[in-house]
């Protein structure tokens, strides 16, 4: 067993040429550089804010909603790149690859499986201590007693591991020889594997060609390791499991002869009943295939048959080789499995043992395993595909935001030129524009209110007067949807074009019928802020033009909507020209109260002159404009005034602007053309799912507080805002479609995964999988990705699924989730539509973990299966404002934010959680007390900047600094503070899992009695200052 002793074995010297049998494998991703077929990218979208070069759906020409959905669907291309800047597409770590897929037809879906693959043999490529790789054939001895593998110039007898030396089986990079492996970097962490030998314990480290095959050889020798003492009967076995006793009983039932075989167009309906998904072509084939093996031709099935076909369709190796990783090398889960999966990978918290078994007789299909308690591969896999194990996490699906602060602190569900449903000139006006939004939470409408026939206002696009709607039927349906999605303020954005006779019809009908819903008290100039959502709750908010307050006039004249104004200039030759004028009645000026729309100049204006209650609006040219040339201004601005955003006016095929773009200034109101299917509109509606889908999402603190710094274009770390580290694993995809675009092509795809991160500028990026060739139903992809986030509560993943053989068409599915609604663990993801719709039973499953640089977080968010690798700290650094009073007191900061920092990232060993405990609260309030002897220069910075003889720009820069830290201060204390928290939750948990695991017992009683005083101090710590102090 010289040979064995893969980490043992005596390294050639460094220059050494390999031996004849010993040739050097190649680094991984020289041998994959031209398998990757380059991504295809649509067609850039018109517009000067869209940053996503394409993605501009073509004009709808179909009169119904869904069939102009689905033309422009058609007309569309499919694929957008989100990067702006194409070197944030290359990936900022080193990313790892397997591209081999398994090398068998037969699909695994037993330890007998794994087995025979193992007897079969297959090349591994074997590692050295001394970097150097060697290509091996690895077979299984027929008698199943040892591990053989050549070439080799050792005896054939030494060239093999016995099973009963082995002690344990390893997937990952687990052992010193990977980890001190020059080529280390370059081999998949799902593709290694380590086998552990001997009294010495010794390694043999080897690599396979896939994730696949990886699995099936720890599956396969852990399975034998855990039965070396029992005499191995694999076909008696595999007829004695849960799964083919349960098979038995529904093979039975529905033979109703009692012969023992089916007719196959029976048996193909029956296993279509249990597995919906499956094509019948395929269950025949299958069928076709098994009688061919046994060499017979009949349309008849016998049990063992219909037991094999359903075994080999209906198991999805993937998921075979998770049950049997985490039930330790059972073929099934019982309670304490399934409690220890729930806690480790899914962040179940308080789960019992009950609510596991629970679990078990909901989704175990053997009334067996139900009895007894255990879960097998086809109930695992229903409880995986249910709602319980959904990618989004429930708790978002109810309002969990604060809804008390002011309007002007939330993103708003808005839309553009509601009534359309089809492009701005040719689209009629339909009712069916208001349903729609008003369904999917939409909180902003819009109405263009023009003179009607018979002395009745109406709703139309002016570019196309044919069909115009009347203005009474049109908020009669408002006033029945308004608050069937949300109970959140909705607000009405009036474009009027009426003369004064119609103004005052149209306010007798929208008090008429809205009644006291109508909010038009007068604002307060005491305070500062808008009112909240909670209190505007149920509440009708008009936006329009308003009257001036200090003449007492029965009508006057205003200008034009803003919108309106620059469609007129323009459409005309003079763009120059002054804006219109529109004359309008005192009654529905006074129906304006909480947004005025006022003309926006520059912000130096704004924030002197403005007032809390008037809003302006912004063409797409001039908000990318202005945040581009004062992104810190455009926040600060939104701070305490809303803004609204609408579509520059040469989108005149109805695409959208991309929202991110707007919402990372602040700005509230993003309008969005609704008929327009999309990569934004994914991004507007993924975003919007959030916070109970209400319509209202609460913007990060950095972006709301009085005195902080954020701008929009930030291209590293936000200060006061821990970077976080998503980790995701592209495991399968379900069912996958053939792109509905697609032409002259059979049902036959290529797929392959995007992932999208979108955010702040420092986040957006995008990695992609490698493709599966000629594999719809379960294309196993098995790549593993790692984002850096730098601020979490403004960042949203999209995965889309293309095909990279495409004619006319590659869009398959996608589906986006804002980065603070995932949920940790293995998650099927449900594939959306072009047009959004979710489509049945098609998938994609993946592993989700969120941890912080240093590879901690929150427990439930971690994830045991993800591997940390080491991250260089960064410090948040503070900033000289030029103003040496200030300065010198935010010089007293700066070594407490180093130990804060420290702390937080040293908290993964249990010494220093203990040390954070008991210093946080002495370094919590260092930090604090320099943020509050800060803050009291506040309102005198002005002053103080001018004694110092700073003006103009320098003086900007010292405010600026200032904000940032402040922002610095705050951010890093509530940091510590929650670090503090997680320190604490973590202590209590290891402490509780001590005394159940009854480690106390076996000192004396005196250490059971520190032991239990322990855990009241960490008790009583964790309750005891949460109104004051940490």
């Not at 399968?732 to 509905?740: D, I, L, T, V, W």
């Not at 009583?1020 to 109104?1027: A, L, P």
């Amino acid at each position: 067993m010289a040979e064995a002793a893969g980490g043992r074995e005596q390294p050639a010297p460094p220059d050494a040429a390999p031996r004849a049998d010993e040739e050097p494998e190649a680094a991984p991703h020289e041998a994959a550089a031209g398998r990757r077929r380059e991504r295809r990218s649509a067609v850039p979208a018109v517009g000067a804010a869209e940053r996503f070069p394409g993605g501009s759906p073509g004009p709808a020409a179909a009169p119904e909603p869904d069939a102009g959905l689905l033309e422009a669907a058609r007309a569309a291309p499919r694929r957008s790149s989100i990067i702006k800047d194409p070197s944030n597409q290359k990936c900022g770590r080193k990313k790892t690859v397997s591209f081999s897929s398994m090398p068998s037809e037969k699909k695994i879906s037993s330890a007998s499986d794994c087995i025979s693959f193992m007897q079969a043999g297959c090349e591994l490529k074997k590692v050295r201590p001394n970097s150097r790789i060697y290509n091996r054939f690895f077979t299984l001895d027929p008698d199943l007693q040892a591990l053989r593998w050549e070439p080799s110039k050792k005896d054939l007898e030494k060239a093999k591991l016995d099973i009963s030396a082995i002690k344990e089986i390893r997937l990952g990079k687990n052992t010193e020889t990977f980890r001190n492996n020059g080529l280390a970097d370059q081999i998949s962490e799902d593709c290694a594997l380590s086998v552990i030998h001997g009294e010495n314990y010794e390694s043999l480290d080897l690599v396979a060609n896939s994730a696949d095959v990886a699995n099936i050889w720890v599956s396969g020798l852990r399975y034998l390791v855990s039965r070396s003492k029992q005499p191995l009967d694999l076909m008696e076995s595999s007829h004695n499991t849960p799964r083919f006793a349960w098979l038995k009983t529904v093979f039975e039932a529905a033979d109703v002869d009692g012969n023992g075989i089916m007719l196959e167009d029976t048996s193909v309906e029956l296993i279509k009943k249990l597995n919906p998904t499956l094509k019948e072509s395929k269950i025949r084939l299958k069928f076709k295939e098994i009688q061919k093996s046994k060499e017979k031709l009949t349309t008849r099935v016998t049990k063992e048959e219909f037991c094999e076909a359903f075994s080999e369709l209906c198991t999805r190796p993937e998921v075979y080789f998770l049950l049997v990783q985490i039930s330790k090398n059972k073929e099934y889960l019982d309670a304490n499995d399934l409690m220890l999966f729930l806690e480790a990978e899914q962040g179940v918290t308080h789960i019992t043992e009950e609510m596991c078994l629970d679990i078990i007789r909901r989704y175990e299909l053997s009334q067996e395993g139900r009895l007894k308690g255990f879960l097998a591969i086809d109930g695992f896999t229903q409880y995986l595909l249910s709602p319980e194990c959904d990618i989004f996490d429930p708790e978002h699906k109810k309002v969990v935001q604060d809804m008390t602060q002011p309007l002007s602190h939330y993103y708003i569900n808005s839309s553009h030129n509601t009534y359309l449903i089809e492009d701005q000139l040719r689209g009629p006006a339909d009712i069916n524009g208001y349903v729609r939004a008003l369904k999917m939470s939409c909180r902003s409408i819009e109405l263009d209110i023009c003179d009607g026939p018979d002395n009745e206002p109406v709703i139309c696009n002016r570019n196309n007067m044919t069909s115009p709607l009347s203005f009474r039927s049109v908020i009669e349906v408002i006033n029945k949807l308004a608050f069937f999605a949300s109970d959140y303020p909705l607000i009405l954005c009036l474009g009027n074009h009426c003369s004064v006779q119609q103004q005052k019809l149209v306010v007798q009908h929208m008090k008429r019928i809205f009644g006291n819903k109508l909010y038009t008290e007068t604002p307060l100039s005491s305070e500062a802020y808008l009112p909240s959502p909670e209190k505007l709750k149920m509440k009708i908010i008009v936006k329009g033009k308003k009257l001036p307050c200090d003449q007492d006039i029965l009508e006057g004249e205003v200008t034009d909507e803003d919108e309106e104004a620059e469609i007129s200039r323009r459409l005309s030759e003079d763009f120059s020209r002054e804006p219109k004028l529109i004359w309008l009645c005192k009654e529905l000026s006074d129906l304006v109260s909480l947004c005025k729309s006022v003309q926006y100049k520059d912000f130096e204006t704004s924030m002197k002159a403005q007032n809390y209650w008037e809003i302006c609006s912004f063409s797409e040219a001039e908000a990318s404009r202005i945040a581009n040339e004062y992104p810190e201004d455009f926040v600060n601005y939104n701070k305490k005034f809303l803004s609204r955003v609408y579509p520059s006016a040469m989108r005149i095929d109805s695409s959208n602007l991309n929202p991110q773009d707007f919402w990372n200034c602040g700005c509230q109101i993003v309008a969005m053309n609704y008929q327009t299917p999309g990569p934004m509109m994914d991004l507007h509606t993924g975003w919007f799912l959030q916070n109970g889908g209400c319509g209202y999402v609460l913007r990060p603190s950095v972006m709301r507080d009085e005195v902080s710094y954020f701008s929009a274009n930030t291209k590293g770390i936000v200060p006061g805002v821990s970077p976080q580290v998503l980790h995701v694993k592209i495991i399968s995809g379900q069912n996958f479609p053939k792109p509905k675009g697609a032409c002259a092509k059979g049902d036959v795809i290529d797929p392959y995964v995007c992932i999208e991160i979108h955010g702040i500028p420092a986040d957006c990026t995008e990695q992609r999988t490698k493709t599966v060739q000629q594999n719809s139903d379960n294309p196993i992809f098995d790549e593993s990705f790692e984002f850096q986030i730098n601020l979490p509560e403004l960042a949203m993943i999209r995965f889309v699924v293309l095909d990279d053989d495409y004619i006319g068409d590659e869009f398959i599915g996608q589906y986006t989730i804002p980065l603070e609604c995932l949920q940790p663990g293995y998650r099927h993801i449900p594939l959306r539509s072009f047009v959004g719709d979710i489509m049945e039973h098609v998938t994609l499953f993946v592993h989700i973990a969120i941890t912080n640089r240093s590879g901690g977080g929150k427990a439930q968010k971690r994830s045991l299966s993800v591997r940390i690798g080491k991250k260089a700290r960064e410090y948040t650094m503070l900033r000289n404002t030029g103003l040496k009073t200030i300065d010198d007191i935010f010089k007293l900061a700066v070594h407490p934010l180093r130990e804060a920092t420290d702390m937080r990232e040293n908290m993964q060993m249990i010494q220093e959680s203990r040390v954070l405990i008991e210093t946080a609260d002495i370094t919590h309030d260092k930090i604090v007390q320099c943020q509050k002897a800060g803050m009291e220069f506040h309102e005198e910075l002005h002053n103080l900047g001018t004694k110092e003889g700073l003006k103009g720009r320098k003086l900007s820069k010292a405010i600026e600094s200032f904000a940032w830290n402040i922002t610095v201060l705050k951010g890093q204390g509530d940091l510590l503070k929650n670090a503090k928290n997680e320190a604490l939750e973590n202590m209590k948990q290891i402490q509780l899992a001590c005394l159940s695991c009854g480690l106390s017992k076996t000192g004396s009683g005196h250490a059971d009695a520190k032991s239990k005083r322990c855990l009241e101090a960490i008790q009583e710590k964790d309750t005891g200052d949460e109104n004051g102090r940490l």
